[in-house]
T-cell receptor
């Protein structure tokens, strides 16, 4: 069964600290893996898109990693800011389908 | 504006009524996607268009749901005889080309929040 699981479900960190969000998937055949940031009441915004051959991709303070062998991805946020408070969604595409994780809700506190 | 525009931003209607949701994609984007996001749940992929064609409609939840796209631009998602379980945020996204395999980033609108009373 094609599934995408994210952990933790929610996370609270202090401003300035780093954090790592996890995404495990069982989707096959794998096309690409995306990380999105979704602010409350807004549409998701693309952070990174990674193909099978890519291990790491960065977008500013966001760094995504992909291990296609173990079917795991992580999103690392460096030096967190209050504006990083949002839901982070992992999406895996296979064939002509998208499979979504339920997201990690991140709260950054001063 | 340069982004994906959806209207209305909020819609409240009575059970049994029909609703029509509109999406204006980014100019020049040939691919358009509809998603549903229910409270406390993840995104659910509904349908995508390449130009005016929707190759796969199997993601639509029921035959009460339909979508069309005209002129390679504006798309409408229609829900007939709405039910309370249709209450959700309906999101639209567009990309230069179909994104599943081509790694095209999708640009989302802010959604239509639909409430069925």
């Amino acid at each position: 069964k094609n599934q995408v699981e994210q952990s933790p479900q929610s996370l609270i960190i202090l401003e300035g600290k780093n954090c790592t969000l996890q995404c495990n998937y069982t989707v096959s055949p794998f096309s690409n893996l995306r990380w999105y940031k979704q602010d409350t009441g807004r549409g998701p915004v693309s952070l990174t898109i990674m193909t099978f051959s890519e291990n790491t991709k960065s977008n500013g303070r966001y760094t995504a990693t992909l291990d296609a062998d173990t079917k795991q991805s992580s999103l690392h946020i460096t030096a967190s800011q209050l504006s990083d408070s949002a839901s982070y969604i992992c999406v895996v595409s296979a064939g002509n389908q998208f499979y979504f994780g339920t997201g990690t809700s991140l709260t950054v506190i001063p | 504006g340069a982004g994906v525009s959806q209207s209305p931003s909020n819609k409240v209607t009575e059970k049994g009524k029909d609703v029509e949701l509109r999406c204006d994609p980014i100019s020049g984007h040939t691919a358009l996607y509809w998603y549903r996001q229910s409270l406390g749940q993840g995104l659910e992929f509904l349908i995508y268009f390449q130009g005016n064609s929707a190759p796969d409609k199997s993601g639509l939840p029921s035959d009460r749901f339909s979508a069309e796209r005209t002129g390679g631009s504006v798309s409408t998602l229609t829900i007939q005889r709405t039910q309370q379980e249709d209450s959700a945020v309906y999101l639209c996204a567009s990309s230069l080309r179909v994104g599943m395999v081509s790694n095209q980033p999708q640009h989302f609108g802010d959604g239509t929040r639909l409430s069925i009373l």
